[in-house]
């Protein structure tokens, strides 16, 4: 067996979990074609956050709170405008409709101040990523990597195969 000790941000507490020794074995599992070592979960990236109205959220971080802020950048192929706020050790990506059919829309109407929208992780290799994920079944939201906000390949993980989350993976 082998322990993997985790920290929570902000909590002060240690969290000990133990782990079968074969969970952190590199080779190819009988239920895998893709072996464990052609990806891994890099850093996050950013967290993304739907917002009702654009401007006053940038202003909120650009403004109150002090932080470097993006221009907004729209994005007809995903449907949104995009502002980044940098925060040293990763982004926020605030998220505002961009046309009738943006994903944002729905989101806002049911979360009508907006909030927490998605996580974004960096992998090595997304193609990679995504083949091991769906032999364990994963669900993607699209068949195929589409390029985002930084200009690199992303995919979205279906949330209810990732406890509740919208994971979107980056190739770093």
């Not at 729905?106 to 990523?129: M, P, R, T, W, Y």
């Not at 195929?144 to 993980?157: C, R, T, W």
């Amino acid at each position: 067996m082998a322990s993997i000790v985790l920290k929570v941000a902000g909590l002060s507490r240690w969290v000990r979990h133990t782990l079968p020794s074969r969970a952190l074995t590199t080779s190819t599992s009988r239920h895998s074609r893709v072996p464990a070592s052609l990806w891994k979960l890099g850093k996050l990236n950013h967290i993304a956050i739907a917002v009702p109205d654009i401007e006053k959220a940038t202003s909120l971080y650009r403004d109150v709170l002090g932080a470097t802020v993006s221009d907004k950048l729209p994005l007809p192929d995903h449907g949104v405008y995009t502002v980044f706020v940098e925060l040293g050790n990763t982004k926020l990506e605030l998220l505002h409709p961009l046309g009738d059919k943006s994903p944002i829309s729905g989101f806002l109407q049911k979360n009508k101040s907006g909030g927490l929208h998605h996580i974004c992780i960096e992998v090595e290799d997304i193609n990679a990523a995504i083949a091991a994920l769906r032999v364990k079944n994963i669900r993607t939201l699209s068949a195929m990597p589409q390029i985002g906000a930084h200009g690199k390949p992303v995919i979205f993980l279906h949330p209810k195969d990732c406890d509740g989350v919208l994971v979107e993976l980056e190739e770093a």
